[in-house]
């Protein structure tokens, strides 16, 4: 599959229905914006935990997805992304960084599904179910959780493994997920992914 700047970087198979997929939002960032100085050291204390999942996704196989902003470089593309990244971010870069296996799409908006090749890329994968990290839980995990939820995505949003400028937001937002969409929102300190497939069975 071609490597551009909005393609994923990693083979597609068809294996039906219901799979699990984790999506990284975000969190490859320069953190050179208004407000970023309040986030980092939350998407910083996020990494953890995103780290722990993306450990038992690569053990059972499933797809891990970043899903990031172009940063105004629309003919830009991931490895060049991902060292602008580090300029400002690289305590979560370095760590976060995407392998050749990761899958890893540039969005133009909020939502991952806006404009992006995820709506395609994900029943290609055979995926129903999604775990949602990143940066920020307000606005683009809550916008891409919305347009899953739309989709009858299932959804895992662990407190734990999200985060946004003010903490009293990010409460509200995953109200939200939790009331509205379904979401379970357990931090990955109470519930592993193991256990969130056992309540969904």
Request: charged share 25%; with cysteine; glycine share 6%.
């Amino acid at each position: 599959m071609p490597q551009d700047g909005n393609a994923a970087t990693a083979p597609v198979h068809d294996a039906g229905r219901g799979g699990v997929a984790l999506l990284v939002i975000d969190m490859i960032n320069s953190f050179d914006f208004v407000g970023a100085d309040a986030l980092k050291p939350k998407a910083v204390e996020a990494v953890e935990s995103i780290l722990r999942l993306r450990a038992a996704a690569e053990r059972a196989g499933w797809p891990v997805i970043y899903i990031n902003d172009n940063f105004g470089e629309w003919h830009s593309e991931k490895s060049r992304l991902v060292e602008r990244a580090r300029d400002g971010g690289k305590e979560v870069v370095d760590r976060l960084r995407p392998d050749d296996s990761s899958y890893f799409i540039i969005k133009p908006q909020f939502s991952g599904f806006y404009a992006t090749n995820l709506p395609v890329l994900l029943p290609k994968l055979g995926v129903s179910r999604l775990i949602l990290t990143g940066i920020q839980t307000d606005i683009c995990v809550l916008f891409t959780a919305a347009d899953a939820h739309m989709r009858d995505y299932q959804l895992w949003i662990p407190e734990d493994a999200v985060a946004a400028e003010q903490d009293e937001r990010s409460r509200w937002a995953l109200e939200i997920m939790h009331a509205s969409m379904g979401a379970e929102t357990k931090p990955t300190t109470e519930l592993d992914a193991e256990g969130w497939l056992a309540q969904l069975s």
